[in-house]
């Protein structure tokens, strides 16, 4: 090996040039840091990088190419040179964590045969005409995909690309996903990740993802194609066939912890560079991390060293990997400083100032398990978040547990008393009714109780507060209970995607995916997660592909600012916005507070498009009544100033998604069946601007 060069310290990491790579490790602590790299034989050669600028060691070495597996170890008062680290601004890992005993701390002997190794990555990549789709957020719908399981089982995709990047780029998926009328596809983590040493102790293995090792690196077992640097120009390549079929990608993101677990954990790559520095700490136990995520460490965001690792890598993601925004897990854990979280602080702000990462979309899951870690609402603009309390409340109505409709007027309009401060709109709400985390649509409407014992863990972990939907017993079931298991499942889906903000639909829901009641399928690496192809479940897609044509072609059902109910000037007294009682007219104080109360109508008008930021599109006018009561309810509809005439467009008694009766007068009975929903498209006997005098 020849003499490494002095290099430069200033962008981290092993970034080859197109003659050499250039070397450099933030390691304060250490006297020496070597730069080991490994032959295709496993053989080891060290080479201690020459040149130290301040808290930085680097060095540039004419012969560490494209694909050459290396590591870093560290000689100094707090490091120890017989463990192998990982760079943590490698672009792409090889090779997986054996939790051998000298890998966790007091542990002895060389932990390279255990430890993965970090790789050198050649960025040329010929992205073409690569552009980023640019999705307004009042026309964002999200489907939150996990890479492995949306195609491992897929018949139309080629066996030896299924459960990959390359798999999901097929034109079989992005038919699927262009079909159904989504247009962000948000991936699970594919960040390189390592399972937690439990898991391996149970036969099991971390499935989703939530595990981060690598911030930098795409996760290599998703490649197809090796995981030499192989895994990077895949990635890429999946990335630029969903933009070439306008859909964005958005990744799922894991900072607030990693995968080197509490203090007993493995030491990998953070924790033997600077665990003091890189990860919160008990102020009055030093020894003891701050865990604020559940997962055992938190990584510290508000010093230097951890804000400037989050941002390079947010920033390398958007730069070179071409995504078009973020879902960052347990959000406020970035946000913390040492008196709480702080979401006008150092990492909020930076994001928010960055030139790059200002114009992607950012999304929060406002919660930790920390001391007021619960901010939803709370995010400053241009943050949308993950809305829990839509789905809690619309998952209620629809069990008949909601007591009223208050609550459900507000989630449907977009939840205002959330998310209007800060100059915020309907559009800084992320809905949904599931996700990755917890059951499928198909078990949320058929399981009472977790059934978790295939995670090792005899049924404890995952929540248990599923409550009964009235849909018959757990388990097999006849063809009665089956229907009214989907017609539960239709009532959710129009409920979500007719609602004001941005709709998230979980994969597979639509396919009518059963994990058999397991609702934390997080360690289930097997069909019991892969998504069901074909699918089943009575028309369900067809379901999904309506409802969001309708929204998407209907600006009245995606406003970008809320719609407070004002009187429309010169239109016979009709709102922007209105609810109605079965017996058609406006809800008045009194139906707002009775808490028995399962119907609600929701008027909407489309004849405002500042409202929508759609001009264009046509200005339809909708009345969407909910049903949840266990018997049919007959609903008047309302009086002409409203709609000179109504058509029912679509109707979750039905199975499948088709037009009921149309030409409907004011004043008409309708029968709305016992827990269903129906959409009416509202006829005005005006158009927009003219002032019509109503009798």
């Not at 290599?220 to 999946?238: C, D, L, N, P, W």
């Not at 995520?293 to 965001?301: A, E, M, R, Y």
């Not at 809800?587 to 409202?611: F, I, K």
């Not at 005439?645 to 037009?659: G, K």
């Amino acid at each position: 090996m020849s003499r490494a060069a002095p290099g430069n310290p200033s962008d981290l990491g092993a970034r080859w040039d197109g003659a050499g790579t250039n070397v450099a490790v933030w390691a304060p602590r250490a006297d020496v840091v070597e730069f080991c790299q490994y032959d295709g034989t496993g053989r080891e050669r060290r080479q201690p990088l020459p040149a130290r600028s301040g808290e930085v060691w680097h060095g540039y070495l004419a012969d560490a190419g494209p694909g050459t597996r290396y590591g870093l170890r560290l000689t100094g008062p707090d490091c120890d040179p017989a463990r192998l680290l990982l760079d943590p601004y490698a672009l792409a890992v090889d090779g997986d964590v054996v939790p051998h005993g000298s890998v966790f701390p007091g542990g002895r002997g060389d932990t390279a045969p255990y430890v993965p190794r970090s790789v050198v990555v050649d960025p040329t990549f010929d992205w073409g005409p690569d552009r980023p789709p640019v999705v307004a957020w009042n026309d964002t719908v999200i489907y939150e995909a996990h890479v492995r399981g949306f195609t491992r089982c897929h018949p139309d995709i080629p066996e030896a690309l299924r459960g990959t990047y390359a798999g999901l780029a097929q034109p079989a998926a992005l038919a699927h996903l262009s079909d159904l009328g989504v247009t962000s596809v948000e991936l699970l983590p594919v960040q390189q990740y390592v399972s937690e040493p439990a898991l391996a102790r149970r036969g099991l293995s971390n499935y989703w993802g939530y595990n981060t090792l690598g911030f930098l690196a795409p996760h290599g077992r998703y490649s197809s194609a090796g995981t030499g640097g192989q895994q990077v120009g895949e990635f890429k390549s999946m990335v630029r066939s969903l933009h070439a079929a306008g859909l964005e990608v958005i990744l799922d993101v894991v900072y607030n912890h990693t995968a080197e677990g509490r203090v007993d954990g493995p030491v990998l790559s953070l924790r033997g560079i600077d665990d003091d520095a890189y990860y919160r700490h008990d102020p009055d136990d030093p020894a003891r991390y701050l865990d604020t995520t559940g997962c055992g460490n938190t990584l510290d965001v508000s010093g230097r060293p951890g804000l400037r690792l989050v941002m390079d890598s947010l920033r390398y993601w958007v730069q070179q990997m071409h995504v078009d925004g973020f879902r960052f897990d347990l959000a406020p854990a970035l946000a913390r400083t040492a008196h709480g979280v702080d979401l006008r602080g150092a990492f909020v702000a930076a994001v928010g100032q960055d030139p790059v990462l200002r114009h992607v979309k950012l999304i929060a899951e406002p919660w930790d398990v920390g001391r007021d870690g619960y901010q939803v609402g709370n995010f400053p603009p241009p943050w949308a978040e993950w809305n829990d309390r839509y789905r809690d409340c619309v998952r209620d109505f629809w069990r008949g547990r909601s007591g009223g409709v208050r609550e459900l007027a507000s989630r449907l309009s977009g939840s205002s008393e959330l998310f209007r401060g800060g100059r915020r709109g309907p559009l800084a709400s992320v809905n949904y009714v599931t996700c990755h985390d917890g059951f499928t649509l198909r078990d949320l409407v058929s399981y009472d109780r977790k059934q978790n014992a295939d995670n090792g863990e005899e049924n404890r972990d995952g929540e248990d507060d599923n409550r009964s939907w009235n849909c018959g017993s757990e388990g097999p079931a006849d063809e009665r209970v089956e229907a009214l298991r989907r017609r539960q499942v239709r009532n959710l889906l129009m409920t979500l995607l007719l609602s004001a903000g941005v709709p998230m639909l979980s994969a597979g829901d639509e396919l009518w995916q059963t994990q058999h009641g397991n609702n934390n399928a997080y360690c289930q690496d097997s069909e019991l997660s892969y998504l069901p192809w074909p699918g089943s479940g009575g028309g369900l897609q067809e379901w999904v592909r309506q409802l969001l044509r309708l929204r998407r072609e209907s600006p009245a059902l995606r406003p970008a600012d809320f719609l407070d109910g004002q009187l429309l000037p010169g239109r016979g007294g009709v709102r922007e916005m209105a609810w109605f009682g079965p017996d058609g007219v406006e809800m008045d104080d009194a139906g707002w507070h009775d808490r028995s109360r399962a119907t609600l109508g929701l008027y909407v008008d489309g004849r405002l498009p500042r409202r929508s930021g759609s001009p264009g599109l046509p200005a339809a006018c909708y009345l969407l009544w909910l049903h949840s009561g266990p018997e049919n309810v007959v609903v008047t509809l309302p009086a002409r100033e409203w709609g000179r005439r109504y058509d029912v467009v679509l109707d979750t008694a039905d199975e499948h998604p088709r037009p009921g009766p149309v030409g409907l007068r004011p004043g008409m009975s309708v029968t709305v069946p016992a827990r269903s929903a129906m959409l009416v498209r509202c006829h005005p006997d005006y158009s927009p601007g003219r002032s019509v005098e109503v009798t």
